[in-house]
């Protein structure tokens, strides 16, 4: 079985998440911002891939067995990410990019506690978790790069996080 069969989440394509199209003035929209939200895109790709690969493995006795609940929950946080690296690429304030982000570190952070569990209950293997651990990292490295091309701004947050 090739791994790219298991991944359907679309390459990056700047027509389709129409990059740039925010206001120019604004410091993440230089060069390196762009770039870096597509290495930071491609390396979830990777991940993607290796994460449906391990959660087709897990076993799954029917819908309302432990695997196929921690499998569900794996795939939840799996697909929140790459909405919410394009919701990050397509707005301009801060507040609206560091909400994404957020939530993008909360969901992948998620989706590791649940490969480990699945690890720890004897349903997966610790290796291909070692594995897509390390893709992760690779991710996060990137992701940090990403974060701080955004600049900060008067954009007001009503709810007073990001501030």
């Known amino acids: 079985m090739n791994l790219n069969d298991l991944n359907f989440l679309p390459e990056w394509d700047e027509n389709r998440f129409k990059v740039g199209q925010a206001d120019s003035s604004t410091n993440f929209n230089n060069d390196s911002g762009k770039l870096l939200a597509k290495a930071l895109y491609n390396q979830w790709r990777e991940v993607f891939g290796l994460v449906i690969a391990f959660a087709e493995n897990l076993a799954d006795d029917g819908d309302q067995s432990l695997p ?3 499998k569900a929950l794996i795939y939840e946080n799996l697909l929140i990410v790459a909405p919410k690296i394009m919701g990050a690429i397509s707005v301009d304030h801060y507040v609206l ?3 994404n982000a957020a939530n993008i570190r909360t969901n992948a952070k998620q989706m590791m506690q649940q490969i480990g569990f699945a690890v720890l209950m004897g349903w997966a293997d610790e290796l291909h978790r070692q594995v ?4 992760l990292n690779q991710f996060k490295q990137l992701f940090k790069q990403w974060v701080a091309t955004f600049q900060k701004d008067h954009y007001e947050d009503e709810w007073g996080l990001f501030v």
Do not use: D, L, V, W
């Open 132 to 135: 897509i651990e390390n893709a």
């Open 97 to 99: 990019k560091m909400e």
């Open 68 to 70: 196929a609940s921690t």
